[in-house]
């Protein structure tokens, strides 16, 4: 049995060592499309942790992960029923109000450099954690898009403010085969303000703020991560 054991053992260990190499990520991209978006004087303003983050190329089988928590969580009654059926597109909004709970983020891309593609796990007291899962695409008008499922996507902005970025919405859009289709800013949901804000440390805040008009602040969250080591 232990000859059965050892034959058995060390080829599975190696080859699990194998499996599990890092996968390096390459240098910033030639093109840095998230610096041409800002614009290099507000681009050199940031942080250089946050620079070093948004200019680094994931190449084709590459990840990059963030672990942390969620710190601030709140929706109004209106926001909570948005991110109810925001479940027929992902559940890309808080579905609950905990806080204290695990979150991870992955970054992957695809091998031109044209998109990014995100998958955000928020985990729960109870059952299983909520996952979303956008794509980041550099196109459209604004240089920048995020689908989310069904056709749906947001154009975003880049800004910058002080020491933090925010990818910020300009327009709501739907997108079917090869029509676009802008959606009347009185049908959308409000403003959405995602953040990045550099805490030191290799730590950093995401923030998701959706705003309506009429409604005022319908969600808001906070989550805290660190960098992946190497990052």
Avoid: N
């Amino acid at each position: 049995m232990a000859t059965a054991v050892q034959w058995w053992g060390e080829p599975i260990r190696r080859r699990c060592r194998d499996w599990h190499r890092p996968v390096a990520l390459t240098g910033a991209a030639g093109d840095a499309p998230f610096r041409r978006l800002l614009g290099e004087a507000r681009w050199m303003a940031l942080p250089e942790a946050t620079r070093r983050r948004f200019a680094r190329h994931v190449g084709p089988g590459a990840c990059v992960s963030y672990v942390g928590e969620v710190t601030e969580c709140r929706t109004s009654a209106m926001g909570w029923l948005l991110a109810q059926v925001g479940r027929l597109v992902g559940a890309p909004l808080p579905l609950g109000h905990e806080t204290g709970v695990a979150a991870s983020v992955s970054v992957t891309g695809d091998a031109m450099g044209c998109a990014q593609y995100w998958t955000r796990q928020y985990s729960r007291a109870h059952g299983f954690p909520q996952v979303v899962r956008s794509a980041k695409r550099f196109a459209g008008p604004t240089g920048l898009e995020e689908y989310l499922g069904l056709g749906i996507g947001i154009a975003l902005r880049l800004d910058a403010v002080d020491d933090t970025l925010l990818f910020v919405s300009d327009h709501y859009f739907l997108k079917l085969g090869g029509l676009r289709l802008r959606v009347p800013e009185r049908l959308a949901p409000g403003r959405m303000v995602v953040g990045h804000v550099e805490l030191g440390e290799g730590r950093f805040a995401f923030t998701l703020d959706l705003v309506h008009s009429v409604f005022g602040e319908l969600i808001h969250q906070l989550a805290v991560f660190a960098d992946c080591e190497g990052a």
